[in-house]
């Protein structure tokens, strides 16, 4: 079974900085590539950031291109998103997903998610 | 950026209703959509991918069609487990992009 963990989230200051983990369990971490999608509170979803099998090939929305960095590592199975500049618009939920490589960029397996509160 | 826009926003159904949500978007996609549902407080769960096919252990009520701009997601016969939000997304090119979700709720 996949499992998708993630946790780092918190409240945090504007201007701050947090790192998110995730853990992944139940498949072959290093043949997939890996996704961070975002929920703001009773909003939609919005799609951060994507990072290839290997990490060599990483994407970003423009909404925190410059200021979020994705990277993983294989041999831990954990994803990281890490966070700085953080602005209020940043406060959402932080899915990690798997690319379930049916077709173009899909999103099979979903984490619970851990919520990013930025706020003063 | 390829917009999505998803229609109606909301509808009420009844139990064992047909049920048919639109997603467009902005340009030519092929059939590269994919749809989800979201219940209240937890993760979305993957349904349909590449426009029309079902993720496995979806039920069959589900189903999905389209290509180009055009793309619709069918529930045949709407179960009470089937109230949720439901959301079609690009996987052609990046930056990928959601629709802004339908919410079918009890009548």
């Known amino acids: 079974e996949v499992q998708l963990v993630e946790s780092g989230g918190g409240l945090v200051q504007p201007g701050g900085s947090l790192r998110l983990s995730c853990g992944a369990s139940g498949f072959s971490f290093s043949t997939y590539d890996m996704n961070w999608v975002r929920q703001a509170p009773g909003k939609g979803l919005e799609w951060v950031s994507s990072?290839?099998?290997?990490?060599?090939?990483?994407h970003y929305a423009d909404s925190v291109r410059g200021r979020f960095t994705i990277s993983r590592d294989n041999a831990k199975n954990s994803l990281y998103l890490q966070m700085s500049s953080l602005r209020d618009d940043d406060t959402a939920i932080y899915y990690c997903v798997r690319d379930g490589f049916h077709t173009g960029f899909d999103f099979d397996d979903w984490g619970q998610g851990t919520l990013v509160a930025v706020s003063s | 950026d390829i917009q999505m826009t998803q229609s109606p926003s909301s509808l009420s159904a009844s139990v064992g209703d047909r049920v048919t949500i639109t997603c467009r978007a902005s340009q030519s996609i092929s059939t590269y959509v994919n749809w989800y549902q979201q219940k209240p407080g937890k993760a979305p769960k993957f349904l349909i991918y590449?426009?029309?096919s079902l993720q496995s252990g979806v039920p069959s009520r589900f189903s999905g069609s389209g290509s180009g701009t055009d793309f619709t997601l069918t529930i045949s016969s709407l179960q009470p487990e089937d109230f949720a939000t439901y959301y079609c997304q690009q996987g052609f090119i990046t930056p990928l992009t959601f629709g802004g979700g339908t919410y079918v709720e009890i009548k």
């Open positions: 590449g426009a029309s």
């Open positions: 990072i290839s099998n290997s990490g060599g090939t990483k």
